[in-house]
Structure formats: structure tokens, C-alpha cells
């Protein structure tokens, strides 16, 4: 139990498109969904905490007009760069977890983006 | 903010050897998470152990939270533990309880 799947895994845009990333629960309802970036050889960092049927809350030096999340489902999140730039190329992960039965997060496999 | 911090940052093992990873956070918490992440970057949970301890086979954590910090025990280590381990600490209340990840142990595990 606990699965969560992120999609796509890999992903290689042109500076200034928009990318969509995807993240599902899919064995268990997701009250709350977290995303996270990775750079090479670092930790994760949170970037923004979003409840269901609820605005994103993002963390401190994450701009909310580039980052685009979206929780509108309590099974799936979406995160959109927006205007990607190439310093935005990173490891994103998300994980979920259901409040209800305690706080222990679950995450996805993660997507590499790639911004040329 | 709550600071986590691993050691060691690098390890290397031979296989079959045990080893002890710690973690030590800045304040007091209301959980505790033990992650391994594999070379293609999944997170596979290990523990959820906000105190005492826990074990799962060849691994086994203690948190003692009165004096903030966790261990990692692996033991018999194996290549496939090869890969980085965060500790990961969940702060805050209620909508706004978060997860702190520490800054990782590289262990590498050797014929």
C-alpha cells in the first residue's frame, strides 16, 4: 500500500514553455501533497504544501507565479513551471500523505527536467 | 528554521561490514522519518519512529527524542544498501506540519 506515481519520470523542455507535472495517490486518498526539488548531490527541499480543494502554501524564496500547483483531487497534484528557465532544471518529487491516519509522507519516483 | 544534519557525509563499506549513520536535529519534533534513496532517485520509506526503536531485518533506527537525535543501524550491509539515506523531521502543527530533510549520507558498498 502507499504508492504514489509521478508522471512523465524524465522530461526536456525549451526555455520559456511550460512543463506539467502530475502526482497520484494510488492506493489511498491524499489529504495533503508536498513537492520537493533535488539538485545534484543536495537534499530535498519543500517548495510548497497543498491541501485538497486548497491554495497552495509555498515556502519561503519559492515564487507561486512560476510554480503553479493545483490539488484538485484528493488522489492527484499538479505541479506547472511556468516559463521554464534553465537554472529552473531540477529533480522533482512530490509525496502524499493522508492526515487522517497520521503524517508520514510517501513519494513518487521523482521527474527529471531538463530546461535547453 | 529546525536544522537536521547527517553524518558521516561519506561512507564506503565493504560488504558484509555493519556501520551507524546518525542524525541530529536543532529542536524538539513530533516525528522522525528514515528514507533510503536509490541510484534512479526513488525515496523508499525505512522508518517512522518519532522514539525508541524500531527494526526491519538487517536495519534498525532509535530516535531519542529528549535529546534530538536518531541513529541508523545497518548491518551485514549488502551492495543494493548502496545509495544516500536522509533522516527527515516533521515539524509544525496541523496544516502546517511539514518534513526537514538532513543533509544525507552517501554510503557505498563494495565487493
Known amino acids: 500500500g502507499a504508492v504514489v506515481s509521478q508522471h512523465p519520470s524524465r522530461v526536456i523542455c525549451k526555455s520559456g514553455t511550460s512543463v506539467k507535472i502530475e502526482c497520484r495517490s494510488l492506493?489511498?486518498?491524499?489529504?495533503?501533497m508536498f513537492w520537493y526539488r533535488q539538485f545534484p548531490k543536495q537534499s530535498l527541499m519543500l517548495m510548497a504544501t497543498?491541501?485538497?480543494?486548497?491554495?497552495?502554501?509555498?515556502e519561503q524564496g519559492v515564487e507561486k507565479d512560476k510554480f503553479l500547483i493545483n490539488h484538485a483531487s484528493l488522489t492527484l497534484s499538479t505541479l506547472t513551471v511556468t516559463s521554464a528557465h534553465p537554472e529552473d532544471s531540477s529533480f522533482y518529487i512530490c509525496?502524499?500523505?493522508?492526515?487522517?491516519?497520521?503524517?508520514?509522507?510517501?513519494f513518487g519516483p521523482g521527474t527529471r527536467l531538463t530546461v535547453t | 528554521g529546525i536544522q537536521v544534519e547527517q553524518s558521516p557525509p561519506d561512507l564506503i563499506l565493504q560488504e558484509g561490514a555493519n556501520s551507524t549513520l546518525r542524525c541530529n536535529f536543532s529542536?524538539?519534533?513530533?516525528?522522525l522519518q528514515w528514507f533510503h534513496q536509490n541510484p534512479w532517485g526513488q525515496l523508499i520509506n525505512l522508518f517512522y519512529?518519532?522514539?525508541g526503536t524500531k527494526q526491519n531485518g538487517r536495519l534498525s533506527a532509535t530516535t531519542v527524542a529528549t535529546e534530538r537525535y536518531s541513529l541508523l543501524y545497518i548491518s551485514s550491509s549488502q551492495t543494493t544498501d548502496s545509495g544516500v539515506y536522509f533522516c527527515?523531521?516533521?515539524?509544525?502543527?496541523?496544516?502546517?506540519?511539514?518534513?526537514?530533510f538532513g543533509t544525507g549520507t552517501r554510503l557505498q558498498v563494495t565487493l
Open positions: 497543498s491541501n485538497e480543494g486548497s491554495k497552495a502554501t509555498y
Open positions: 519512529i518519532p522514539s
Open positions: 509525496s502524499a500523505t493522508n492526515r487522517d491516519r497520521g503524517y508520514e509522507q510517501y
Open positions: 492506493d489511498f486518498q491524499a489529504t495533503t
Open positions: 527527515a523531521v516533521e515539524h509544525g502543527t496541523g496544516t502546517a506540519s511539514k518534513l526537514t
Open positions: 529542536d524538539s519534533v513530533n516525528n
